[in-house]
T-cell receptor
């Protein structure tokens, strides 16, 4: 149990285009979902938090118009990187929290490696 | 002061020995504590959660929590080469559905055969 999937696992796009990443909780209802970014050899950086049906709360310094987050249902959240630039190249990881394990446990998806050329 | 502090390592552990990882946190209101394992190039994997003082054992892993000292640790018994990874300590205030995890920078563990 407690499986979170992400799609795609790897994507290469051209500068200026948009990319959508999907995150799904497969066997539990995710009341809260989180999106992180991680650069090589660096710590996880939380980008935003969202509850199903509500607008996402973005961390300081994260552009909400560039990183669009939609938490449409209790099992699906999407992150759209708009007008991507090479500096957006990173490892994007979603995480979901619900009642899969303990009430406070948070599970991560396998991540999406984005390369912007 | 960082909210969650860990030694970055690397912590070199002979195969079969016990690896001991430490984590301290600054927010006394923290109520939920987690250990994640992250292999290079992969996402974090939850290995332990602990919510009350004392020890919690799961297989070869034991988490220890001391809220008075604001300290949480992870012991890995009979360490295997497959345990070589970065271990992330994460802490969260409870009672808030929006509460987010505060991560330490991680301790790299290297188990040598």
């Amino acid at each position: 149990g407690a499986v979170v999937s992400q799609h795609p696992s790897r994507v290469i796009c051209k500068s200026g285009t948009s990319v959508k990443i999907e995150c799904r909780s497969l066997d539990f209802q995710a009341t809260t979902m989180f999106w992180y970014r991680q650069f090589p050899k660096q710590s996880l950086m939380l980008m935003a938090t969202s509850n199903e049906g509500s607008k996402a709360t973005y961390e300081q310094g994260v552009e909400k118009d560039k990183f669009l987050i939609n938490h449409a249902s209790l099992t699906l959240s999407t992150l759209t990187v708009t007008s991507a630039h090479p500096e957006d190249s990173s490892f994007y990881i979603c995480s979901a929290r619900g009642s899969a394990g303990g009430p406070h446990e948070q599970y991560f998806g396998p991540g999406t490696r984005l390369t912007v050329t | 002061q960082k909210e969650v502090e860990q030694n970055s390592g690397p912590l070199s552990v002979p195969e079969g020995a016990i690896a001991s990882l430490n984590c301290t946190y600054s927010d006394r209101g923290s109520q939920s504590f987690f250990w994640y394992r992250q292999y290079s190039g992969k996402s974090p994997e939850l290995i332990m959660s602990i919510y009350s003082n004392g020890d919690k054992e799961d297989g070869r892993f034991t988490a220890q929590l001391n809220k008075a000292s604001q300290y949480v640790s992870l012991l890995i018994r009979d360490s295997q080469p497959s345990d070589s990874a970065t271990y992330l300590c994460a802490v969260r205030r409870g009672g808030n559905s929006w509460g987010k995890l505060q991560f330490g920078a991680g301790t790299q563990v290297v188990v040598t055969p």
